[in-house]
């Protein structure tokens, strides 16, 4: 089952803007509200991609990755 993020999104002059609300950092923008959705859905892959990979690293010797259900 995929996790399902909210977005906090507006259109300010001629851009869409936007922020994820549960990853602090992840934010972008379009110049439209499909292009913006798009840019937060990649910026929100790479952060969190990112964060695995920070705490695989963290992780000092042998390790278990277990999924918690939210």
Same mark, same amino acid.
């Given at each position: 089952?995929?996790?399902?993020?909210?977005?906090?999104? %507006?259109?300010?002059?001629?851009?869409?803007? *936007?922020?994820?609300?549960?990853?602090? *950092?992840?934010?972008? %923008?379009?110049?439209?509200?499909?292009?913006?959705?798009?840019?937060?859905?990649?910026?929100?892959?790479?952060?969190?991609?990112?964060?695995?990979?920070?705490?695989?690293?963290?992780?000092?010797?042998?390790?278990?990755?277990?999924?918690?259900?939210?």
């Amino acid at each position: 089952m995929a996790a399902t993020y909210n977005a906090v999104i %507006q259109q300010h002059g001629e851009w869409w803007i *936007g922020w994820v609300e549960e990853v602090p *950092g992840v934010n972008s %923008q379009g110049t439209t509200r499909a292009e913006l959705l798009d840019n937060l859905r990649d910026a929100l892959e790479e952060a969190l991609e990112m964060n695995r990979a920070d705490a695989r690293a963290a992780a000092a010797g042998a390790y278990e990755e277990v999924s918690i259900p939210a």
